[in-house]
Each structure stands twice: as structure tokens, then as C-alpha cells.
């Protein structure tokens, strides 16, 4: 069997109304310009993860629109929210076709997990004990399954003092509940609108940047930055070794209203 290829979009931050601007730009021309690169590019994938903040403010129609563009690709893909999602409305709009928002496949010989890191009404992450058993139960009942695990917030500090304050909140028990489990590789996250990779013991640890805005990095407060939307493929080995690589739209982001100071 060949590797499997797995796709990260992350952060879209879909309007509720078609064309609406956000920071100058229009997130949704955006996303789909992301993701048709991704499979025109490097595809066809055996799996596409969206990792959050798939809706700026959560509607029934920036959900539905997403729905949409996703299922013009002949692509399974799981949807995990972000502090700006709505995850009940996820559930129920984004979960048609190949299109879904489990929180656990077996995919070939792998493990895929999907976390749910929101407070409700917070851009702060947090791993809920429910969660975390839910992720141990997950473990203990694949031991022999490589795993790939995404969520939405970071488990790590990114550099960014502004960023850092949002992240995961209990970092410190899910990395010690995930070292204990050899067959976890990686976790992936997005919420931080950069790239990166780090290792903690025998695990790597991803951020991906966003299909629209991205952020400076190793900044002390908001700042966007001008490079442009990207994505991240993974290749899963048989074996389980996993490779990842961040891929990125050929464009200048000219529209971008640098002068913003949030979003
Ligand atoms: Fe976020």
C-alpha cells in the first residue's frame, strides 16, 4: 500500500455573507483558490482535516457555502471547530457526502483524531476532561495504530506572547497523557496563522498556516504578515513514519489592510 496523503486546510474564517470582506480581503476566495491549489498540485488525497475557525460568525450559510466547495472535490474530509465555530451547526451542515465531523477514523494502517480545544465564547483553548478521556480511551483501544492528532489551539508556545495567552490551557496534562503513547506521531493545530514545527519526546508538533491572513511570527502583539495562504500535506507510511511539508499560494497579498489591529 502507498503512503497515505492527507491534506491541512486550517483557519478560513468564512464570512456569513458571500463576498463580505474581512481585513480587505475576501476570505473565501481565498479558501477555494487554497484548495484547488492543494489538489491540483499534490493531490488526489485520501483525507482532508479542517482544523477550526471554518466560520468567522457562525451561520448556517458560511457553514453551507463551505459544504459546497469542499464537495466539488471527490475528497472525505473532517471538520473540528475552532473558538470561532459554532460546532452544533458544524455537525449538522457539514456532514454530508464524504463530508463529516467524526472525531476518529481508522484510515489504512492510522489513526486519525479529531479534538475539540473550544470554550465556548473564548479564544482561549482548552482540552475538556471529557475530551482528554475520550482521547485516552482512543489510545488505549488502538495501541498498535500510528496516530496523527489535530486540534484547533496550540499545545506549545509559539514565540508570539499575543498568540501564546490562547493557547491550550491544560497543555501540560495533554502532552503528558499523549508521551505516554508511543504510537502518537504528531499533533497538528492552525488558530496561530503561521508554520511551525517542534518536537516534544517522540512527538512532532505542527502549525499550519491559514487559507487566508497569516500572522508575524515571534510577535509581542496582532500583526499580520504578508505571506501568503498555504496549507500542509502529510504522507503516512505503512511503516508509520510520517513526512509533512507546508505548500503555499504563488501570490502577493496586495488587498490585505495592514493598518488592522484585530480580527
Ligand atoms: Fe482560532
Redesign the pocket.
Known amino acids: 500500500m502507498a503512503a497515505l496523503k492527507v491534506l491541512q486546510l486550517t483557519?478560513l474564517h468564512i464570512a456569513p455573507r458571500a463576498g463580505e470582506l474581512m481585513l480587505g480581503i475576501d476570505t473565501e476566495a481565498y479558501f477555494r483558490q487554497t484548495l484547488k491549489h492543494a489538489v491540483d498540485q499534490h493531490g488526489p488525497f485520501d483525507l482532508a482535516l479542517l482544523t477550526?475557525?471554518l466560520a468567522q460568525d457562525p451561520c448556517v450559510d458560511s457553514y453551507q457555502r463551505i459544504s459546497r466547495h469542499l464537495s466539488a472535490f471527490d475528497m472525505r474530509c473532517l471538520c473540528l471547530p475552532?473558538?470561532?465555530d459554532d460546532f452544533d451547526l458544524m455537525r449538522i451542515y457539514l456532514n454530508s457526502g464524504k463530508l463529516g465531523c467524526d472525531k476518529r477514523l481508522v484510515l489504512g494502517n492510522w489513526l486519525i483524531v479529531m479534538l475539540n480545544s473550544q470554550i465556548i465564547g473564548s479564544?482561549v483553548g482548552m482540552l475538556a476532561e471529557a475530551e482528554l478521556e475520550f482521547l485516552e480511551g482512543t489510545l488505549r483501544a488502538h495501541k498498535r495504530l500510528p496516530t496523527l492528532l489535530a486540534v484547533?489551539?496550540h499545545c506549545v508556545e509559539s514565540g508570539s506572547p499575543w498568540m501564546d495567552a490562547m493557547r491550550i490551557r491544560n497543555s501540560a496534562a495533554f502532552l503528558a497523557l499523549i508521551k505516554q503513547h508511543p504510537q502518537v506521531k504528531a499533533v497538528t493545530c492552525?488558530?496561530v496563522h503561521q508554520a511551525f514545527a517542534k518536537r516534544e519526546a517522540h512527538i512532532e508538533l505542527f502549525a499550519t498556516p491559514s487559507s487566508c491572513f497569516q500572522f508575524t511570527p515571534q510577535s509581542d502583539d496582532f500583526s499580520l504578515d504578508d505571506t501568503p495562504p498555504g496549507y500542509r500535506v502529510f504522507r503516512l507510511g505503512e511503516d508509520g513514519c510520517l513526512q509533512s511539508e507546508v505548500f503555499r499560494l504563488p501570490i502577493r497579498m496586495d488587498d490585505l489592510d495592514r493598518n488592522a489591529h484585530e480580527y
Open positions: 483557519d477550526g475557525d475552532g473558538n470561532h479564544p484547533h489551539h492552525g488558530h
